[in-house]
């Protein structure tokens, strides 16, 4: 076994997860949207993770809505390779759509509202632990 697969099999039995409290959407907007949880911004639009009661009374250009943020809470190397890969393998798999947001130490999986326990228990297979209590 490769030692970067070893190190990814040990971050995935030893990992935990959890999931955000309250429910998030992806909107596309003129600007960067006040009190975003993530804003992305490229040369054609600007997208912002908002929690979504704060969408409401705002004028967006479109709008997701039903998004829980699930997350790796762990330090991941950015030396490591696969582990988007796996997991996004995984929940593929599943029938899961996913959309991964990357942080300096960690990742956050979005996935729909009606898929969130199948997405936990495909993660569970992987050997993560799963922190059922919303934080």
């Known amino acids: ?12 039995r030893h990992g935990k997860v959890y999931v955000w409290k309250g429910t998030y959407a992806m909107v596309r907007a003129e ?3 006040r009190g ?13 993770l908002v929690e979504e009661p704060v969408t409401a009374g705002r004028t967006l250009l479109a709008a997701d809505t039903g998004w829980k ?10 030396s490591l390779v ?9 929940l593929a798999g599943a029938g899961i759509s996913i959309c991964a947001l990357s ?16 997405a936990l228990a495909t993660l569970e297979k992987l050997g ?8």
Do not use: W
């Open 128 to 135: 993560f632990a799963i922190e059922r209590k919303e934080r």
């Open 1 to 12: 076994m490769s030692r970067d697969k070893q190190r990814l099999g040990n971050l995935m």
């Open 31 to 33: 600007r960067p949207c």
């Open 82 to 90: 696969g582990f988007l890969a796996r997991v996004s393998a995984a």
């Open 103 to 118: 942080a300096y130490s960690t990742d956050h999986f979005l996935v729909k509202s009606r898929d969130l326990e199948k």
């Open 69 to 78: 943020i699930i997350t790796f809470d762990m330090v991941l190397p950015f």
């Open 36 to 48: 975003a949880i993530a804003v992305i911004r490229d040369r054609k639009e600007t997208t912002c």
